[in-house]
């Protein structure tokens, strides 16, 4: 029965952090991507549970269809005819499709939520003011100046973080709105450790905008609320 009980536990946790079953934190979408690559970026439990793919460099350990042909040839096991084809050929695009299907359905459940609002444009974003953007009054001399860089701008600041929040926390927890491609933290010009704020910076513009959307008053987890807020792009001394 225990076993049983586990198995459940665990279906039910792929549909939640898939975004294809209800919860009140619907807006919780990971990629078996990035998420792998963050926790175990040699593959080690791809190698082991999945032996078709123990052999593939790690380059493309989590996106095998990627690998050139020569390199599935090589590694024993060529995508299509060794091993199936990938059924979500893009998960990003799938995973936020699904997190608007949650936010319209949630309200016709009787669920307790907290959770953000559906995604919004970037246009009704900006239009609410400094309400959900970080004014960098020493590099910026209007609010408005600011708008205009974060426009373009793939990053977001996060406040309100606790003192001993670690980066891989931080990965974890905002690689839901997408790909990051790197993680500044704030540190005291004392005593050179972390005082409370980190810049997230994604691979793109929309991934920063969903992050503000989706991530702003959630819950890290060590339980601290954060506060996620546009930014027009980190530079050198800002931390």
């Known amino acids: 029965s225990h076993t049983h009980q586990c198995h459940s536990i665990n279906n039910f946790n792929w549909q939640w952090l898939s975004c294809t079953a209800h919860f009140y934190q619907y807006f919780r979408c990971y990629s078996p991507i990035s998420f792998g690559k963050k926790t175990d970026p040699n593959g080690d439990y791809i190698r082991k549970w999945v032996p078709a793919l123990k052999k593939y460099p ?12 020569n390199v599935q040839v ?7 005819e060794d091993y199936p084809e990938r059924i979500v050929e893009n998960h990003t695009e799938t995973s936020k499709g699904n997190m608007g299907r949650m936010a319209e359905a949630t309200p016709f459940f009787s669920i307790p939520t907290t959770a953000p609002p559906p995604m ?20 910026f001399a209007s609010i408005e100046d600011q708008l205009a860089a974060s426009t373009k701008s793939a990053t977001v600041y996060v ?11 931080l990965h974890a927890h905002f690689a839901q709105a997408g790909s990051i491609k790197r993680v500044i933290m704030g540190i ?9 704020f980190c810049f997230v910076e994604y691979d793109d513009v929309e991934s920063s905008r969903d992050a503000v959307t989706l991530l702003n008053a959630s819950k890290m987890g060590d339980g601290r609320v954060v506060r996620v807020e546009l930014d027009p792009g980190f530079r050198p001394g800002r931390q």
Request: charged residues 25%; proline residues 5%.
């Open 58 to 69: 790690k380059k493309y350990i989590y996106e095998p269809w990627t690998a050139p042909r």
């Open 74 to 80: 090589e590694c024993g096991c060529v995508v299509g």
């Open 159 to 169: 406040g309100n973080l606790g003192f001993e929040v670690s980066e891989d926390l």
């Open 188 to 196: 005291n010009k004392n005593t050179k450790q972390p005082c409370g």
């Open 120 to 139: 919004k444009a970037l246009t009704e974003l900006l239009s609410q003011g400094t309400s959900n953007v970080y004014w960098d009054r020493k590099t």
